[in-house]
């Protein structure tokens, strides 16, 4: 049956409503795994196809693009296919998508493909979302959503697990051929138990799209490629710029004018509960990538350990992610909106503080520590903040403001992978250089430590020695000043909360 788009009862409790949290599950976790079962199987990847470092990157770049397109717009294209047929659409398509990447021969044809597949995967979170949403009433909500949640941010968390270990023992292609048994999963229980919303007759917003298209490129682009252009000393990454605020300034000024007959209706930002929500939850996104982008170069690259076992111990973080998320709407009931959120903005501090005191001899269990109380804080509030942003909208604009929401929260993860690895690729010049200027005959140290692994000095031998020595301190330390630095950040997020309502 057909549901009017607005009156969007709430379903009564039973199976129905159970298979249909099971459903937005599955959706969330077709679209959550693949932002970085990738990203461990790079160098396979690179190796096979040819490619350098720099250049297998775009598979992960052009992947966030086409999602960030598509998330951003859901709402429209909801209002003009209906719900449960842009599901599937997006759904199928990601699937097919999925396996043309399997069975891509080129780079070109990777990085194409992944484009793609980003677009048909943008609109599944937000989906999910509004329809959980939909099914559940104001106070049953935050339990639904933290369910939910495990799919959304449990993706991620495992994607380097799962994908490392399909790339160490079978093929780098299985991260993608991996995504068509869940994918069959969710068509099935999409065509079982998603209610239909009829679509509306609604005009597309071409010259919206198009800006909406040219800045989340340029922007996209110039945050994923900065380090490789060197930054402001690059023309391209310039030009990028230019286009990107040029775009940016002409889009949100047309759709201020424009109201909700803009491609994005901006006017959601109004509600100040909305967009203090979606500003904190972009906030922990950056959180959330900063943790996967460091923990597999500290595991990997410096502490040397198997693809297989950097990619169990960051699974391990989603565990206490789950934990989070159970706890969530029960702790809230006691703690209340704005203090739950500064607890776990707290937490965050406290993970990054412990994670910067690691060192190169720092045991298993040292380093899941952090990583734990990092993903346990963002789950506790991922939910609640989910919740929170919808509290006071129009039930009629639920998908716009769940892809309005889960946009920025998708602009959120490109900014803390950008910020940590800007901060890396800085930091590690500049160690260089200062630690590399004490290695000098006229250090004592320098002196004891050549005699104690009797080393000549002069030699190539020691020449090998002190430069490898130099690489992986000067990385380390400038891991744990990245990890100061979001310890600051932390901090700073907290008066944010204030501009929450004190009940969701």
């Not at 904190?280 to 502490?303: E, R």
């Not at 769940?402 to 500049?430: C, D, E, M």
Request: aromatic letters at 10%; hydrophobic letters at 55%; glycine letters at 8%.
């Amino acid at each position: 049956m057909a549901t009017d788009r607005n009156s969007f009862p709430p379903m009564e409790p039973g199976f129905q409503r159970n298979m249909l949290l099971v459903t937005t599950l599955f959706i969330s976790i077709v679209a959550a795994i693949d932002m970085t079962i990738v990203t461990v199987a790079l160098p396979y990847m690179a190796g096979n196809l040819s490619a350098t470092p720099d250049e297998i990157t775009w598979v992960v770049t052009m992947f966030a693009v086409g999602q960030a397109i598509t998330i951003g717009i859901t709402g429209h294209l909801s209002r003009l296919l209906g719900r449960k047929t842009l599901a599937l659409s997006a759904v199928a398509g990601f699937v097919v998508l999925s396996i043309a990447c399997a069975m891509a021969q080129s780079l070109h044809q990777i990085v194409i493909f992944r484009l793609l597949q980003g677009a048909f995967c943008g609109p599944l979170i937000p989906l999910s979302m509004s329809m959980l949403i939909d099914a559940y009433p104001v106070k049953e909500r935050t339990r639904a959503l933290s369910l939910w949640a495990m799919g959304v941010m449990g993706g991620p968390a495992l994607g380097p697990a799962i994908g490392g270990y399909l790339a160490q023992h079978l093929d780098w292609r299985w991260n993608f051929l991996v995504n068509l048994p869940v994918g069959v999963i969710a068509v099935v229980l999409i065509l079982r138990f998603v209610r239909v919303v009829k679509p509306l007759q609604v005009r597309t917003d071409w010259l919206g799209l198009i800006l909406l298209v040219i800045f989340l490129i340029t922007f996209q682009v110039a945050l994923d490629q900065g380090n490789r252009l060197n930054w402001f000393e690059s023309l391209d990454f310039m030009l990028l710029n230019v286009c990107a605020i040029t775009a940016f300034i002409a889009f949100v000024g047309r759709g201020l004018l424009r109201g909700e007959d803009n491609i994005i209706d901006l006017m959601l930002l109004r509600d100040i509960n909305f967009s203090a929500s979606a500003l904190l939850m972009a906030v922990c996104g950056s959180f959330f990538l900063s943790l996967l982008v460091l923990t597999p170069q500290i595991l990997i690259d410096l502490y040397g350990w198997e693809v297989e076992t950097a990619g169990m111990v960051i699974g391990a973080y989603g565990s206490a992610g789950m934990l989070g998320a159970i706890l969530s709407s029960r702790l809230v009931v006691y703690l209340g909106v704005r203090l739950m959120v500064v607890l776990a903005f707290l937490l965050f501090a406290l993970g990054w503080f412990l994670f910067s005191r690691v060192n190169l001899d720092a045991g298993m269990s040292q380093v899941m520590l952090p990583g734990i109380i990092i993903d346990f804080a963002l789950m506790l509030i991922f939910p609640l903040l989910s919740a929170q942003a919808f509290s006071s909208l129009p039930t009629r604009l639920r998908d716009e403001g769940a892809g309005l929401f889960n946009l920025l929260k998708a602009l959120g993860f490109a900014f803390g992978t950008t910020f940590v690895t800007t901060l890396v690729y800085r930091g590690s010049q500049f160690n260089w250089n200062v630690y590399g200027g004490l290695l000098s005959p006229a250090n004592p140290g320098y002196t004891a430590y050549l005699q104690s692994g009797g080393l000549a000095n002069g030699s190539a031998q020691a020449g090998a020695e002190l430069s490898m020595l130099l690489s992986t301190q000067s990385s380390m330390v400038t891991m744990l000043q990245t990890m100061e630095a979001l310890v600051v950040l932390s901090i700073c997020a907290i008066p944010l909360v204030f501009f929450l309502r004190k009940q969701a």
